[in-house]
């Protein structure tokens, strides 16, 4: 007995739960890597599930979810120096370094 296609309202609460699942995941891996004792090499930090960090990616990806670097992060410095840098493209390929 179908009942017709899901409301907009439905559709972006599941989009929201979605969502706070996902921050969940991220906040307990978080709190179990702090918890985690460094020192101890028997049993090394927790980390994320590759196949849930894909999802999330996807996700992102889905709802076109973009971000641009804050100046003097890590990833600003990455496209400075990308930008920068005179790159030889072979393909999909970007040379990283220079050819001596």
């Given at each position: 007995m179908a009942k017709g296609p899901a409301k907009e309202g439905t559709l972006?609460?599941?989009?929201?739960?979605?969502?706070?699942?996902m921050i969940g995941a991220l906040d307990q891996i978080k709190a179990q890597q702090e918890a985690s004792d460094p020192g101890n090499e028997d049993m090394p930090?927790?980390?994320p599930n590759s196949a849930l960090l894909s999802v999330m990616v996807r996700f992102l990806n889905d709802n076109k979810i973009t971000c641009a670097p804050e100046n003097g992060n890590?990833?600003?410095?990455?496209?400075k120096k990308l930008a920068e840098k005179?790159?030889?493209r072979v393909g999909n390929v970007v040379h990283l370094h220079d050819e001596d």
């Open positions: 972006g609460d599941l989009h929201n739960r979605v969502a706070e699942v930090p927790p980390e890590q990833m600003s410095e990455l496209e005179k790159r030889k």
